[in-house]
Every structure is written in C-alpha cells, then in structure tokens.
T-cell receptor
C-alpha cells in the first residue's frame, strides 16, 4: 500500500544554516505530494505541494521537487530562521488508492539563534 | 474566509465512556476528513465524509463513527473509549474537484482517556 518514510529527528540547526529533510514515498498510482508544518499547539498547515513528476513546490523560502525516479520529495531551505522551529510532515494523496492522505511520522526542527 | 474550527479543544474521559467531537469546515469546502494523531506520530486517517455520507475509511474499528450535516459541519463519535484512544483528533476540510485535494486542518481536539 501507499506510505511515506520521513527522516527521523529531532534536527537542531543554527540560524542561517541549510536545511534538508528527506522524504521518500511508495504509491501505486500517481500521487500528489505535500509538506505540512505543525507549530506547537496548532493543527497542520500546508507549506507546499507538487502534483506531478518534476514539479517544484515552494513557499516561504522552502522548496521540494517531486522526483519520480527516486520516489522522493525532500524539503530544503537555504537559510533557516528561529521562527521555522516546528514539526514538518511529508504526505501524499493518491486518488487511485482512495481519499485519504498518508503522512510521515514528522521531523521536529529546532533553530537556535 | 473562516478556517476550520474544532470543539472542544481539550477533554478528559474515562475508559468505557463515549465522546463526541465537532468540526466546522472552511467556508466553501464540501468534504470533511478526520485524523487521529498520537503523540510523536503523524496523523492517521479515520474517515472522510462527502455529501453527508462516509466516503472512505481507514483502519479504525466501528466504534469510531461520524456524521456530516447539510452545512458541511461534522461530528466524530467514539464509543467504549480505550486508553489508546488518547490522541489529538484533527478535522480537515477540502473541496472535491479537479486538481490536488488540499486539506485545511483545524487546531484539533486533544482527548485524554484515563
């Protein structure tokens, strides 16, 4: 079945460091891929998405490219800020596999000044 | 545009009791999904409602049930609560149609079962 495997955390970075959070997926069809972010005490917010191979999603300096050949959707940011501290979830939606989203286990990021 | 609102935000129940959680979907959205997020884990799909009918269900027992109302709001009911039901319950609304089915989440209802 469909699934998402996400880099385990926690990740601690200094401000202005480069961030990569790895995400790979397994899907039977042609999924859409997402990154969601969860701040303490809040629900999940959509960060970015990509709907087909080679698409690049971007938002707030974060980027991720849909790589079908490596079944990956790694999240990157060139220079993190303290305000980026949160838990990041990779997810997929595969219409051929039903209506649900599949989420990874989340990666906790802490950025220190 | 109002977002997804959930109530209550926190509640404590004892094993064997029943609970009802409520969700108002984002304006313009016609589909509601419920997810269970255990501590330190990603959200797990419970079920989805569209046009007031269940339209997909995850690996959860029948004691998890739901409703969707004509105004697209929704309820999640859990009977015979177990300790493992302690989690954050997230409601997400979306608009069914062409293109990516983006979920908009509420802040969640945190359930503690003692």
């Amino acid at each position: 079945g469909d699934s998402v495997t996400q880099m385990e955390g926690p990740v601690t970075l200094s401000e202005e460091a480069f961030l990569t959070i790895n995400c790979t997926y397994t899907a039977t069809g042609y999924p859409s891929l997402f990154w969601y972010v969860q701040y303490p005490g809040e629900g999940l917010q959509l960060l970015l998405k990509a709907t087909k191979a080679d698409d690049k999603g971007s938002n707030k300096g974060f980027e991720a490219t849909y790589r079908k050949e490596t079944t990956s959707f790694h999240l990157e940011k060139g220079s993190v800020q303290v305000s980026d501290s949160a838990v990041y979830f990779c997810a997929l939606s595969d219409p051929s596999a039903g209506n649900q989203f599949y989420f990874g286990t989340g990666t906790s990021l802490t950025v220190i000044p | 545009e109002t977002g997804v609102t959930q109530s209550p935000t926190h509640l404590i129940k004892t094993r064997g009791q029943q609970v009802t959680l409520r969700c108002s979907s984002q304006s313009g959205h016609n589909t509601v999904s419920w997810y269970q997020q255990a501590l330190g884990q990603g959200p797990q799909f419970i079920f989805q409602y569209y046009r007031e009918e269940e339209n997909g269900r995850g690996n959860f027992p029948p004691r998890f049930s739901g409703l969707q109302f004509p105004n697209y709001s929704s309820e999640l009911n859990v009977n015979a609560l177990e300790l493992d039901d302690s989690a954050l319950y997230l409601c997400a609304s979306s608009l069914r149609g062409p293109g990516a089915n983006v979920l908009t989440f509420g802040a969640g209802s945190r359930l503690t079962v003692l």
